[in-house]
């Protein structure tokens, strides 16, 4: 690996799926290396995205940067893409997901991968990174219902009642239990969350939108795919995603 940017891509820490602290926070306590954060993103406002890469490249060499939220590393392929350097943009971000394998990482590369999908009018780009972030999402959403629950002390089963009782209410549990205890709203309200996400209408109507807003359909095709994969794979697989979207034939 010749390039000098691919070396410093490969500088992220990399996490494990299990991690749950894998994509922190995006404040930086150290004020310099905040402020020369700041300098990058006000030359990319200006136009100067060449200039932008350079100041940014700086600081990821840094050895401060492993403390640095992946957010802060996702600036380094916008920045290229916007210089010019779209190829090496898509291998930055490939060397990132390789290396942060935790889901709310991968949720963030792939809200990366989407602009810049969007930035290329590329319509399959555009296709898998919105269900890959989705996907993300999944994940993510699971290890904070499971730690909630363990943190109540619900076993498994109780989980399951308790989401098919949340389907069957619509939502709305206030008289099972009090709703100013926090862990059991946290949980009601992810809950929720999954039991919308796997519901087609509500799923579609929100794909649909976001896809509007950036001049492209949203294939109804797409979202049934979606929605089956969820339900009978045990293991998301990005590549499986890429398979899954060139299977439905929609063209670019």
Same mark, same amino acid.
């Given at each position: 690996?010749?390039?000098? $940017?691919?070396?410093?891509?490969?500088?992220?820490?990399?996490?494990?799926?299990?991690?749950?602290? @894998?994509?922190?926070?995006?404040?930086?306590?150290?004020?310099?290396?905040?402020?020369? =954060?700041?300098?990058?993103?006000?030359?990319?406002? =200006?136009?100067?995205?060449?200039?932008?890469?350079?100041?940014?490249?700086?600081?990821?060499?840094?050895?401060?940067?492993?403390?640095?939220?992946?957010?802060? &590393?996702?600036?380094?392929?916008?920045? =290229?893409?916007?210089? @010019?350097?779209?190829?090496?943009?898509?291998?930055?971000?490939?060397?990132?997901?390789?290396?942060?394998?935790?889901?709310?990482?991968?949720?963030?590369?792939?809200? $990366?991968?989407?602009?810049?999908?969007?930035?290329?009018?590329?319509?399959?780009?555009?296709?898998?990174?919105?269900? &890959?972030?989705?996907?993300?999402?999944?994940?993510?959403?699971?290890?904070?219902?499971?730690?909630?629950?363990?943190?109540?002390?619900?076993?498994?089963?109780?989980?399951?009642?308790?989401?098919? $009782?949340?389907?069957?209410?619509? @939502?709305?549990?206030?008289?099972?239990?009090?709703?100013?205890?926090?862990?059991?709203?946290?949980?009601?309200?992810?809950? &929720?969350?999954?039991?919308?996400? =796997?519901?087609?209408?509500?799923?579609? $109507?929100?794909?649909?939108?976001?896809?509007?807003?950036?001049?492209?359909?949203?294939?109804?095709?797409?979202?049934?795919?979606?929605?089956?994969?969820?339900?009978?794979?045990?293991?998301?697989?990005?590549?499986?995603?890429?398979?899954?979207?060139?299977?439905?034939?929609?063209?670019?």
């Amino acid at each position: 690996m010749s390039s000098l $940017t691919e070396i410093i891509a490969m500088k992220i820490p990399v996490t494990a799926v299990s991690n749950p602290n @894998g994509c922190k926070p995006g404040f930086v306590s150290c004020y310099d290396m905040r402020q020369i =954060l700041n300098d990058a993103a006000s030359y990319f406002k =200006l136009g100067d995205a060449l200039a932008a890469v350079g100041i940014l490249e700086d600081v990821l060499w840094s050895p401060k940067a492993s403390k640095l939220s992946i957010v802060h &590393w996702l600036r380094l392929p916008i920045y =290229l893409q916007h210089a @010019g350097s779209n190829e090496m943009a898509w291998q930055v971000l490939e060397i990132y997901r390789y290396r942060r394998k935790d889901w709310g990482s991968q949720k963030e590369i792939a809200r $990366t991968m989407k602009i810049m999908a969007e930035n290329e009018k590329w319509a399959e780009g555009f296709y898998v990174a919105l269900i &890959w972030f989705i996907c993300c999402e999944d994940r993510e959403r699971a290890s904070q219902i499971k730690a909630t629950r363990s943190s109540l002390g619900m076993s498994a089963q109780d989980l399951k009642q308790f989401t098919k $009782t949340l389907a069957e209410k619509n @939502g709305t549990l206030s008289k099972i239990r009090n709703n100013s205890d926090d862990g059991f709203y946290a949980l009601k309200k992810t809950v &929720w969350q999954h039991i919308c996400s =796997l519901n087609p209408k509500r799923l579609q $109507t929100r794909l649909q939108n976001y896809a509007h807003r950036q001049d492209m359909p949203f294939p109804k095709q797409l979202t049934e795919a979606l929605i089956q994969y969820r339900l009978t794979e045990k293991e998301y697989r990005y590549d499986s995603i890429v398979a899954l979207v060139r299977s439905q034939n929609l063209g670019d």
